[in-house]
């Protein structure tokens, strides 16, 4: 059965590159039981895969990017111990925001980037964004997941969240 592939929200991709490279994906999947990262990575080395543009080929750069992954998943990975309802909790350290004052950075739209957990909580501003970042995080995986009716509690309590956000919001 051939599908209809959209881009995810939050992806880099278009929808044209999201139907292309889902359409060859599609493919490759009749000659595999189950499909790997490797056998994609695999299938993108040849410049005729219709995947092979997604993928930086030069080494170097490539190297970079992956470095700068690295440091991203290290400042998502450190969690400290806070009390929350007086019981002891891990969660993230440093959480990424986007600081409006800062013009350095982003033409003046303010620098991208992370900040402790205890500005976070101090700053109403920086507040918000993560309120609203994990209201985007459960909306995504309500749409994920939204064929599954045993959710339906779940998907109704985000809904509310949302509006009640969006009120306090207004």
Not at 12 to 34: K, N, P
Not at 87 to 108: C, K, L, P, Q, W
Request: aromatic letters at 8%.
């Amino acid at each position: 059965m051939k599908s209809k592939y959209l881009a995810a929200k939050s992806s880099i991709l278009s929808d044209e590159q999201a139907e292309r490279y889902g359409t060859h994906i599609e493919t490759m999947l009749e000659d595999f039981d189950v499909l790997k990262p490797d056998d994609v990575l695999n299938d993108a080395v040849s410049p005729k895969s219709p995947l092979h543009d997604f993928f930086e080929w030069d080494d170097s750069l490539a190297a970079q990017k992956y470095r700068v992954n690295q440091a991203a998943y290290l400042l998502r990975s450190i969690h400290v111990t806070v009390k929350v309802d007086r019981e002891e909790t891990n969660i993230r350290a440093f959480h990424r925001v986007v600081v409006r004052h800062h013009t350095s950075d982003n033409g003046g739209k303010g620098a991208k980037g992370y900040v402790t957990l205890t500005r976070v909580m101090s700053d109403k501003e920086l507040r918000a964004q993560i309120i609203e970042e994990a209201l985007r995080q459960l909306q995504s995986w309500r749409d994920k997941y939204k064929q599954y009716s045993e959710f339906s509690l779940v998907f109704s309590a985000i809904d509310e969240m949302a509006t009640v956000n969006a009120l306090v919001a207004a």
